[in-house]
C-alpha cells in the first residue's frame, strides 16, 4: 500500500477497548455497562474481556459515555448546538453524562420540533436537571418551539475570518483518526472539582488492610498509610472495581451528587502476641493480626 493509501487508511477508525478497562485489570470485575447499553449487541463479553465487533457497531458512542474509566477509545458523535442550545435533530438522545458535560460547555436548552422526540428523553432530561439542582446550577430549558437558522451576512473581513475557521477545521478532520479520539473528555470529575458523584466507605470490622483496593485505584481514590485510611471520591466514578476486588467485601459505593469530602479511618499500630510480629488495624480492639486470627478461626470447632 503506497503513503496515500495508508493516509487514508489512517483517517478511519473503529472503536476499541483499551486495556484499562476494569475487566482487563481483574478477573473480578463484574462491569458490563457498555454491553448493557450497546442497543446494537456489537458487545459480547468473551473470557471476561469485552470485545467490540466493527460488523455491528455503528459508532453511536453509548458505550463509551457509559463506560466509568474512559476506557472505550473513539471519537465521540457531534452534537448540533446553535446559540447555546441543543438542537434535536435525531431520535438519538443524549445520556445524562453528555448532557452534563454539554451543560459544563455552555449549553443551557435542548429544542426539537418533534414533541415525542423530547418526550422520549424527557426521563434523561428530568434526571439531568435533577443532578444540576443538586450541583447548584439552574435546569435545561426545553423547548418544540420552530427552529430556524437564521442566515448571516458576512463582511469581506468577517468571511475571510469564516474560511481560515473551515480549513482549520478541515485540517482537523484530516489528520490520522487516533489523534481525533476524545473518550477522556467524558470524565465528569474534571468538570465539577468541587463535587463528588459517588460515595465510598469501608466495613472496618471486615477491612484486612490488604491494599487491593488501593493498588487496583487509578483515580487515586484510596490511601493507606502507617496512621490511617483515607478515602477521596472526588475522582470516583462508580467502576466498581475495588468492590468488586475487595476480598472481605468491605467497601461500599453509593452513586450519588454530594460536595467533596474526605473519610478518614484511623489505623492502629501492634505487635502480635501470637506471632510476635507487627501488623496494623482499623479495630482499636483488635488483638491478634489478621494470620492469626484467621489460623485460629480455621482450627476452631465452628470450621470442623
Known amino acids: ?55 455491528k457497531c455503528i459508532e453511536c458512542g453509548k458505550c463509551m459515555a457509559a463506560c466509568p474509566v474512559q476506557a472505550i477509545a473513539g471519537i465521540f458523535p457531534k452534537r448540533t448546538v446553535v446559540n447555546n442550545t441543543l ?29 415525542e422526540r423530547l418526550e422520549d428523553g424527557k426521563e434523561v432530561i428530568d434526571l439531568a436537571n435533577s443532578m444540576l439542582e443538586q450541583l447548584g446550577e439552574e435546569p435545561f430549558t426545553v423547548s418544540t418551539d420552530p427552529f430556524e437558522k437564521a442566515e448571516k451576512v458576512y463582511s469581506r473581513r468577517e468571511l475571510f475570518s ?88 468491605a467497601i461500599i459505593i453509593e452513586e450519588k451528587v454530594s460536595q467533596v469530602f474526605d473519610v478518614h479511618y484511623p489505623i492502629y499500630q501492634k505487635i502480635c502476641p501470637v506471632c510476635g510480629q507487627p501488623y496494623a488495624t482499623l479495630r482499636e480492639d483488635d488483638q491478634k493480626c489478621v494470620a492469626c486470627t484467621k489460623q485460629e478461626g480455621f482450627l476452631s470447632p465452628v470450621y470442623i
Open 1 to 55: 500500500m503506497g503513503l496515500l493509501g495508508k493516509w487514508i487508511e489512517s483517517l478511519d477508525y473503529q472503536f476499541e477497548i483499551l486495556p484499562t478497562c476494569t475487566r482487563h485489570k481483574s478477573p473480578r470485575s463484574t462491569c458490563q455497562r457498555c454491553f448493557d447499553v450497546c442497543k446494537e449487541a456489537a458487545i459480547s463479553i468473551d473470557h471476561n474481556i469485552p470485545i467490540i465487533s466493527p460488523k
Open 162 to 249: 469564516v474560511w481560515h475557521q473551515e480549513s482549520q477545521s478541515l485540517m482537523k478532520q484530516a489528520v490520522p483518526a487516533k489523534w481525533r479520539f476524545n473518550h477522556t473528555q467524558l470524565d465528569l470529575a474534571k468538570y465539577y472539582p468541587d463535587f463528588q458523584f459517588a460515595t465510598l466507605s469501608v466495613d472496618t470490622k471486615k477491612c484486612t488492610l490488604c491494599k487491593t483496593c488501593e493498588f487496583l485505584c487509578e483515580k487515586n481514590c484510596l490511601t493507606i498509610s502507617e496512621t490511617g485510611f483515607t478515602i477521596n471520591a472526588q475522582s470516583c466514578s462508580a467502576c466498581q472495581l475495588c468492590v468488586d476486588s475487595c476480598p472481605e467485601q
Open 87 to 115: 438542537v434535536m435533530t435525531s431520535a438519538d438522545f443524549p445520556t445524562v453524562k453528555e448532557l452534563l458535560l454539554l451543560y459544563k460547555n455552555g449549553v443551557r436548552g435542548i429544542i426539537s420540533e418533534n414533541p
